[in-house]
C-alpha cells in the first residue's frame, strides 16, 4: 500500500499520479454496458476496435452480418489493448505504458481482462479456464460438472456432466460464460434464473431437459387427489388399466386410467406420461392445479 508521504517526485511523474487520481474520480466514464475500464481491445480475429468482447460479439453476431461471417472473438487470443485515456495501443497489461493509468482495478492476464467494479468479487478459475465472479472463497470447482457451484450446493447438487456447457434449455443463450445468473436445478441441470422466473409465470415447474419437477409439489398433488377423487369415471373406464411413467423418479406402473391424470405408485408424483396409447402427459392440467 502507498504512503501518503512520499520522497521528492518528478513533476512528470506528479502530474500522471494527479491524472490517475482524476480518473479514478471520473472512472464511470470509461467502458461500456458490460464493464467499467479504461481500455479498449482490438479484436485478433477480425482486427477491429471495441469496448470490450461482448459489444464484440453482439456486433458480429447481429441479424445485419451475414451468417458464414459471424462470430465471438477468442477471448484468450488477445494480444493489444488501446488506453482510454490516452489511446496508445499496447500490448495487453494492467497499466498504460504511456500515461500510467490502471487500466481496470481487477486484471487477469490469463483471460486478458479487465474490469474496475472490484465489488462483483472477480476472481480467476484455472480449471474452468475463465474468470467468474461472487468471491473465489464462495465457491467450488465441480471436476463432474465441469464448473464453479456455490459451496452452499458442494455435497448437495445432482452432477451432470458438463453440466453448463450447453445453451440455457429455455432461451438458447450459452450458459458457460453468460453474464446473467445461473440456477441449478434438483436434477442438476443449468438454466438461467430469470428462464426459471418465466417459466413460473407460465406455471411450467417441471426441468425442460429432463422433465424433473425442480420444486416441491406436493401441495399440488393434494389437490389432485382431491379433485380425481371428486371425479368418478364412467362405468366402462372403472376397469381400464394403462402403463405410465414417471418423469420424478423413473419407475413404471400399471394404474386405472383417470382423465384427469395418473399417479405414480413409487413416489406418488403425478408428474407422469402415458407410455401406451392416448394424451402423453397430464401436464396441462397440473399447470391448471398449481395456479
Not at 481496470?104 to 474490469?115: E, L, P
Request: charged content about 30%; proline content about 3%; some cysteine.
Amino acid at each position: 500500500m502507498e504512503s501518503i508521504l512520499e520522497p521528492q517526485m518528478s513533476s512528470n511523474e506528479n502530474y500522471h499520479k494527479e491524472d490517475e487520481g482524476n480518473v479514478e474520480l471520473e472512472s464511470d466514464h470509461f467502458g461500456c454496458m458490460h464493464y467499467r475500464r479504461r481500455c479498449k481491445i482490438r479484436a485478433p480475429c477480425c482486427d477491429e476496435i471495441f469496448d470490450c468482447r461482448h459489444c464484440h460479439n453482439e456486433s458480429k453476431n447481429s441479424m445485419e452480418v451475414d451468417p458464414f461471417d459471424r462470430h465471438d472473438v477468442p477471448r484468450h487470443d488477445l494480444k493489444r489493448v488501446i488506453c482510454s485515456l490516452c489511446g496508445t495501443e499496447q500490448d495487453v497489461q494492467q497499466k498504460c505504458i504511456q500515461c500510467g493509468v490502471c487500466m481496470g482495478k481487477y486484471f487477469c492476464d490469463k483471460c486478458k481482462f479487465f474490469d474496475d467494479d472490484v465489488s462483483k468479487k472477480q476472481y480467476h478459475c484455472d480449471e474452468c479456464g475463465i474468470c467468474r465472479t461472487g468471491g473465489k472463497e464462495n465457491f467450488f470447482h465441480c471436476n463432474t460438472c465441469g464448473c464453479c457451484y456455490p459451496t452452499m450446493l458442494k455435497d448437495s447438487h445432482s452432477c451432470v456432466e458438463k453440466a453448463m456447457h450447453h445453451n440455457c434449455p429455455v432461451c438458447f443463450e450459452f450458459l458457460f460464460d453468460t453474464m446473467k445468473d445461473i440456477t441449478v436445478l434438483r436434477c442438476g441441470h443449468t438454466i438461467h434464473l430469470e428462464c426459471v422466473k418465466e417459466m413460473e409465470r407460465h406455471y411450467q415447474y417441471s426441468c425442460p431437459v429432463c422433465s424433473k419437477s425442480y420444486c416441491d409439489m406436493s401441495r399440488v398433488w393434494e389437490k389432485l387427489d382431491q379433485e380425481v377423487a371428486s371425479t368418478p369415471m364412467p362405468q366402462m373406464y372403472q376397469n381400464k388399466m394403462v402403463w405410465i411413467l414417471c418423469n420424478d423418479c423413473g419407475k413404471t406402473s400399471e394404474v386405472n386410467f383417470h382423465i384427469l391424470a395418473h399417479k405414480c405408485l413409487e413416489c406418488k408424483s403425478y408428474n407422469t406420461r402415458r407410455t401406451r396409447g392416448g394424451p402423453a402427459s397430464c401436464s396441462s392440467r397440473i399447470a391448471e392445479m398449481a395456479r
